[in-house]
């Protein structure tokens, strides 16, 4: 080989890595440190595929578990001694934490124990819910208010598995096949939501609301065990000599800077936010505004479930085409029109509309989950995935519990369908957000390189 070949073939090899230095690069936010050792350049390998139905089990797990304890607490808190109106702060008490989700997000895009923290939280709650079974029959007065602390507990647990978690499959899965994990996922949910209601109310009628929880205790205790059996090992996504640069508000600068980003969470929390308004009125509505049945809402409820079960099967081969966001985008106006059926049940055929907002509803919904999350992955830099998400779910939290109290005073100054048919305008709002979403370049986003 010549002087002249050696040249030439090192200033390829040069320009190779520049390249792809650039392409690690591409998307950072200003001010950030640019130069980047080796070892945080290098693409990490995949989980090994023998791991992945390690996660998703355990994500079905978790998820049951988690209807055993929004059914099963309440219960518990009043037999421990609190009234209905005090049992009712359970749930108050557990979404909480989530409102501080933002501050998670940091020290987790720092560290390389994400699946140790995910698997410590489950583990955690395992605890704590045995803990609660085991003390509450030896206390004499003041139940309930341990109750409602360990809820609090359980509740913060639950926020730092969810940030770890959304943090950690960027940085381990990649390509389609981290696509391929959220559809899974989607499905995991699909199935928690139809089978673990019934179950649990099974479980409290048969045995009582304390045999619930341990089955609770339980459920997140294998969860954590299989987690810990998921052998993938991470470098931090901020490397230190970058560390300085990722601030607390990083992960909202990189959410407001992103317009696809930035539109598909907003349209997320406008449809949430009317959807909560309906949603907290909707058996008062169904019931005493339209007169149907507690047998007939209870089936009617039922077709949520399916549809939302069949969709899922769908889901990943959705999420495959290139195109996408289209899917996600028709996905949004779809929940809109279902949630548009619940006013207009109003004015006829009620059952019909009713099982339409069902079917549409919760089919769709489960689509645009998957699908804000893969954009949202796919247009996040590894070193902000768990500090964006902790900002998404901070925003979920807060808008909840305002569409609630909204419904609440509209119901409360004029009538609950007008409180329902507020809630279903409020989300039209978010048509422009959707036809900017529909009108991206997506799926042109940052390369994730850990």
């Given amino acids: 080989m010549t002087h002249a070949e050696v040249v030439l073939r090192n200033n390829v090899a040069h320009c190779h890595r520049y390249h792809?230095?650039?392409?690690?690069?591409?998307?950072?936010?200003?001010?950030?440190i640019m130069i980047m050792p080796r070892t945080a350049r290098r693409p990490g390998r995949s989980l090994p595929q023998r791991t992945v139905p390690l996660l998703i089990t355990s994500r079905l797990i978790g998820q049951t578990g988690d209807r055993f304890t929004l059914l099963a607490l309440p219960i518990f808190t009043v037999a421990a001694g609190a009234t209905p109106a005090e049992a009712?702060?359970?749930?108050?008490?557990?979404?909480?934490?989530?409102?501080?989700?933002?501050?998670?997000?940091?020290?987790?895009?720092?560290?390389?124990?994400?699946?140790?923290?995910?698997?410590?939280?489950?583990?955690?709650?395992?605890?704590?819910?045995?803990?609660?079974?085991?003390?509450?029959?030896?206390?004499?007065?003041?139940?309930?208010?341990?109750?409602?602390?360990?809820?609090?507990?359980?509740?913060?647990?639950?926020?730092?598995?969810?940030?770890?978690?959304?943090?950690?499959?960027?940085?381990?899965?990649?390509?389609?096949?981290?696509?391929?994990?959220?559809?899974?996922?989607?499905?995991?949910?699909?199935?928690?939501?139809?089978?673990?209601?019934?179950?649990?109310?099974?479980?409290?009628?048969?045995?009582?609301?304390?045999?619930a929880l341990l089955v609770d205790a339980a459920s997140f205790l294998l969860s954590g065990l299989l987690l810990c059996g998921v052998k993938k090992q991470l470098a931090p996504a901020v490397p230190e000599q970058c560390k300085p640069t990722i601030g607390w508000s990083s992960g909202m600068t990189r959410l407001l800077s992103d317009t696809v980003l930035r539109n598909v969470v907003l349209t997320m929390l406008v449809l949430n936010f009317g959807g909560a308004m309906i949603g907290s009125l909707w058996v008062v509505y169904a019931t005493e505004s339209i007169g149907v049945g507690p047998t007939a809402l209870g089936?009617?409820?039922?077709?949520?479930?399916?549809?939302?079960?069949?969709?899922?099967?769908?889901?990943?081969?959705?999420?495959?085409?290139r195109n996408m966001v289209r899917w996600v985008t028709g996905g949004f106006v779809t929940s809109l029109l279902g949630l548009l059926c619940i006013p207009v049940a109003y004015l006829t055929a009620p059952v019909v509309f009713l099982i339409g907002f069902q079917v549409l509803f919760s089919a769709s919904g489960l689509l645009v989950a998957v699908g804000a999350a893969v954009i949202r992955q796919e247009r996040t830099p590894n070193d902000l995935q768990a500090n964006v998400y902790g900002v998404v779910r901070t925003g979920q939290d807060i808008v909840l519990p305002l569409a609630g109290g909204a419904a609440t005073v509209v119901a409360s100054a004029a009538s609950v369908p007008l409180a329902v048919l507020v809630g279903a305008l409020t989300a039209t709002i978010a048509l422009p957000c959707v036809y900017t979403v529909y009108r991206s370049p997506f799926p042109a986003a940052p390369p994730r390189a850990v």
Avoid: M
């Fill in 20 to 32: 792809r230095f650039q392409q690690n690069d591409l998307g950072r936010l200003p001010g950030e």
């Fill in 299 to 321: 089936a009617i409820t039922s077709f949520g479930g399916i549809s939302a079960l069949v969709s899922s099967v769908f889901i990943g081969k959705l999420t495959k085409d």
């Fill in 88 to 211: 009712g702060l359970v749930f108050t008490v557990y979404a909480a934490p989530g409102i501080g989700a933002f501050l998670i997000g940091r020290p987790l895009d720092r560290t390389h124990r994400l699946r140790g923290i995910c698997a410590s939280a489950e583990l955690l709650r395992a605890v704590l819910l045995l803990g609660l079974v085991l003390i509450i029959p030896r206390i004499t007065s003041g139940g309930w208010l341990l109750v409602l602390v360990v809820t609090f507990a359980c509740g913060c647990c639950s926020a730092v598995f969810d940030v770890g978690l959304q943090g950690y499959l960027p940085r381990a899965v990649s390509g389609l096949e981290l696509r391929n994990v959220n559809s899974w996922f989607a499905r995991a949910q699909a199935a928690a939501d139809v089978a673990g209601p019934p179950a649990a109310g099974a479980v409290v009628a048969v045995a009582g609301s304390g045999t």
